[in-house]
């Protein structure tokens, strides 16, 4: 597997332990975050993992700033992402397995009730469902533009 991450300089501690977990399971990971806590625009770095990810090599992304909300609205934004901001492991498989997320998004300032990283892993290891649930993107996705 490889995956595409990007953070702003809200989530530079929590991006830095998801790349420690993603490459623990053997998953490759280009990293085009910063890595500094001098303030940046976090859609600057949601269009940096985008546009990566759209060179077809990446299996999702995972985006990261303060809240998690702005980063995951600036890359949804984008044609053809559908970015999900999970609060717990029971929606991130959700996320994959009815809306066959691409993107994965965390809040680095953000309390969870679980480990992100259990949270991620949800993502990662639940598959696309497919049927009812592909009519239902497809809808989602022609809304894009309108």
């Known amino acids: 597997m490889k ?22 399971k053997r998953i490759e990971v280009t990293y085009l975050g910063t890595d500094s806590t001098e303030s940046v625009d976090y859609p600057d770095y949601a269009e940096k993992a985008v546009n990566e990810y759209r060179k077809g090599c990446y299996d999702f992304g995972i985006l990261v700033c303060g809240t998690g909300i702005g980063i995951s609205v600036s890359a949804n934004k984008m044609k053809g992402i559908r970015c999900a901001l999970p609060q717990n492991s029971y929606a991130a498989a959700m996320a994959k397995q009815h809306n066959n997320a691409n993107f994965i998004a965390f809040g680095g300032r953000i309390e969870y009730t679980e480990p992100v990283t259990d949270i991620l892993d949800a993502y990662i290891d639940s598959e696309f469902e497919g049927g009812r649930h592909q009519r239902r993107i497809d809808k989602m996705m022609e809304l894009e533009g309108k």
């Open 3 to 24: 995956a595409v991450i990007a953070n702003d300089h809200g989530g530079v501690e929590l991006a830095a332990s998801l790349i420690k977990h993603l490459e623990e």
